[in-house]
C-alpha cells in the first residue's frame, strides 16, 4: 500500500496523544478522513462539543486545527468496530499507566487496554492494515501486538475474508503545552519497524510537513526503547538540577546562576535546566518505571538502580518542599490558611497527572492546612479527585472542607498565611505585590517552588520570601 492508497486512518483513544496528533494528521492530508475513536463517551462529546473552550484537553493552537478539520475530514467518535474495519493505518494511542497489582506492580506498563485494542483490530480490521504503535511502550510490545493479530489470522484461515499486518513503532516525542509545535516541528521522528513498504507509507505520511532528513528509521526495539531513554534522559536532568537546588539553598549559591554556567556548555546546552518542584505528567516516572522493571527483569540491577534513583529524588524534593513550608509557618499548619497557586503539573496545560502539586498538597493537608488553590486551567473536581477528596463517582470525603477552589488570585490570597507557586503560570509573574499583602495575614510568606517570582518587588511589599536554590 502506497500513501495515495490511504483512504482511511483510525486512532484507538482520544487522549493527549491520539487528539492532537490527528488533528495535525488530518490539517494536512484533507483527502484522507481520520477517525479518531474511544471508549470514553464524555470525552468524545467534549471533542465534539461546539465551544471550543470546552475540548477535553486544552492546548494552545489545538482550537484553531480542530474548528478546521472537524467535520470535514477529522471525526471524534465511539464507533471503534467500522472505524478499525475501514482504516488502511490504525494508531494505537491508548494508556498505558503503571501497574497498580500483581507481578511488577508499581513499575510495569499494564498493556491491558492495548492487548483489548490489539484484539479488537485482529478481529474487525479488512484487508492490509498497517498497526502504528503511538503509546509509550515497553520494549518488545510491537512483538506481543504481532502475536495477537498473527493468532486471529491462524484462527480465520476458514474464512473468506483476507487480512494482513505489517505493525510498526512510532513513539511520540510532544510535550504538553506545546503539542501542536512540537508535531508541526518536531526534532525527529522516529519510525521503528522491518517491512520497508510499511515504513515508506507512514514516512510519506509524514512527509507532508517534516524534512526527510528529521525522519530516523530503526528497528522496532531500538524505537520502543529510544522514546523510554529520552524520557529518562530528561527527567535525570531536572533530578540533577533539583539536587543541586538543595545545595545552592544550603550554602548560598544561586541555581539560575549555577545553570546558567552549566548549561553554557554546548556539550550540557541549557534546556531543562530549570529547577523546581519536581517533575510531573503521565509520562517520565512512569517511563523511568517502566526501564527500571526491564533493566531488573534482565538482571541489570545496578542500571535498574541507577535509574530508580532518578524518580527517589524528585519525590525527595516535593517532600522537602512542603517540609520546609511547615518549619518557615512556626511548624504548625493547623488551621492556617495556605494560598496554593498553580495545580496544573507544568503551565499551558489543564493535566494534573502526577503534578508536583499533588503530593504537596497532600503533605500540607496532613498538617491541618486549609488550602486555597488557584489555576486559570484546572477545574475543581479534578483537584478535588487528585487529592482523594472525591472519588471519581462524586463521593466526598471528610477532608473536602479543607480546599477551596478560586477564580481570582485576590480572592484564593483571602487571609491566607502564605502563598505557594507550583505551577510556572505566566500571570503569576506579573502579580501586583503589594496589592495582594494587605489582603493576607502577617508575617506573609511566599513559596516560590519554580523560581519565578520578583523577589525585589515581593520583598519590598512585605513578604518573606523563599526561592528553590536561591540561598
Ligand atoms: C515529556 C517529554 O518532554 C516529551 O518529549 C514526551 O513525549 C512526554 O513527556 P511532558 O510531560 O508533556 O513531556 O512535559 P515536559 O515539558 O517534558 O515537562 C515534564 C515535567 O518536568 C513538568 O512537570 C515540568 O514542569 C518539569 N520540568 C521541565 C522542570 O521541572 N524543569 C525543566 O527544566 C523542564
Ligand atoms: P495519552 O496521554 O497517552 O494520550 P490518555 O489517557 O490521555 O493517554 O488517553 C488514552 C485514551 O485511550 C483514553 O481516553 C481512553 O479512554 C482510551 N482508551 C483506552 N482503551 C481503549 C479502547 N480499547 N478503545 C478505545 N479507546 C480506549
Redesign the pocket.
Known amino acids: 500500500m502506497n500513501i495515495n492508497q490511504v483512504k482511511n486512518i483510525c486512532c484507538i483513544g482520544a487522549g493527549y496523544v491520539g487528539g492532537p496528533t490527528m488533528t495535525v494528521i488530518a490539517n494536512y492530508w484533507h483527502n484522507i478522513k481520520v477517525n479518531v475513536v474511544d471508549i470514553n463517551q464524555e470525552r468524545i462529546n467534549a471533542w465534539n462539543d461546539k465551544d471550543l473552550n470546552n475540548l477535553p484537553i486544552y492546548e494552545p493552537g489545538l482550537d484553531i486545527l480542530i474548528k478546521k478539520t472537524r467535520g470535514k475530514n477529522l471525526f471524534f467518535s465511539t464507533d471503534v468496530e467500522s472505524s478499525i474495519a475501514s482504516a488502511d493505518i490504525i494508531f494505537l494511542s491508548v494508556n498505558t499507566p503503571t501497574k497498580t497489582k500483581g507481578f511488577g506492580a508499581g513499575q510495569a506498563s499494564d498493556l491491558r487496554w492495548i492487548e483489548i485494542s490489539a484484539r479488537q483490530i485482529a478481529k474487525y480490521a479488512k484487508g492490509y492494515t498497517i498497526v502504528v504503535e503511538k503509546s509509550t511502550l515497553p520494549v518488545k510490545t510491537a512483538e506481543t501486538i504481532q502475536q495477537i493479530l498473527n493468532a486471529e489470522l491462524t484462527s480465520s484461515i476458514y474464512t473468506t475474508e483476507s487480512k494482513s499486518f505489517s505493525v510498526l513503532s512510532n513513539p511520540?516525542?510532544?510535550?504538553?503545552?506545546t503539542a501542536i509545535t512540537d508535531l508541526e516541528k518536531p526534532d525527529r521522528l522516529l519510525i521503528g519497524g522491518d517491512d520497508a513498504n510499511a515504513i515508506k507509507t507512514l514516512e510519506d505520511l509524514y512527509k507532508a510537513w517534516i524534512p526527510h532528513e528529521k525522519i530516523l528509521k530503526t528497528n522496532l526495539w531500538s524505537s520502543e526503547l529510544s522514546k523510554l531513554t529520552?524520557?529518562a534522559f530528561?527527567a535525570q536532568r531536572?533530578s540533577s538540577i533539583n539536587s543541586i537546588s538543595a545545595l545552592c539553598e544550603a550554602t548560598g549559591a544561586d541555581i539560575k546562576e549555577v545553570a546558567r554556567a552549566v548549561g553554557s556548555d554546548r556539550r550540557i546546552g541549557d534546556k531543562?535546566?530549570?529547577s523546581?518542584p519536581g517533575?510531573?505528567?503521565?509520562?517520565?516516572k512512569k517511563d523511568i518505571l517502566n526501564l527500571v522493571y526491564l533493566c531488573n527483569y534482565y538482571g541489570l540491577h545496578e542500571v535498574a538502580n541507577y535509574w530508580e534513583s532518578v524518580v527517589t529524588l524528585n519525590s525527595w524534593q516535593q517532600h522537602r518542599i512542603s517540609s520546609l513550608i511547615v518549619n518557615k509557618l512556626f511548624r504548625t499548619l493547623s488551621g492556617k490558611r495556605i494560598a496554593i497557586f498553580g495545580f496544573a503539573?507544568?503551565s499551558n496545560t489543564n493535566d494534573t497527572r502526577e503534578s508536583?502539586a499533588v503530593s504537596i498538597c497532600k503533605d500540607l493537608l496532613e498538617e491541618g492546612a486549609n488550602l486555597a488553590i488557584y489555576d486559570p486551567k484546572v477545574n475543581k473536581r479534578q483537584i478535588e479527585v487528585n487529592l482523594n477528596l472525591q472519588s471519581s463517582r462524586n463521593i466526598a470525603n471528610d477532608n473536602i472542607s479543607q480546599i477551596k477552589k478560586f477564580e481570582a488570585i485576590e480572592d484564593c490570597v483571602e487571609g491566607a498565611d502564605a502563598i505557594v507557586i507550583l505551577t510556572e503560570w505566566d500571570e503569576f509573574k506579573i502579580v501586583n505585590w503589594e496589592k495582594i499583602s494587605k489582603l493576607m495575614r502577617k508575617p506573609s510568606w511566599i513559596f516560590d517552588a519554580r523560581g519565578i517570582l520578583n523577589q525585589k518587588s515581593a520583598i519590598k511589599a512585605g513578604f518573606k520570601v523563599w526561592s528553590v536554590g536561591k540561598g
Do not use: Q, R, V
Open positions: 511520540e516525542f510532544l510535550a504538553e503545552g529520552a524520557n530528561l531536572i531543562f535546566l530549570n523546581g517533575f510531573g505528567g503521565s509520562c517520565f503539573f507544568k508536583p
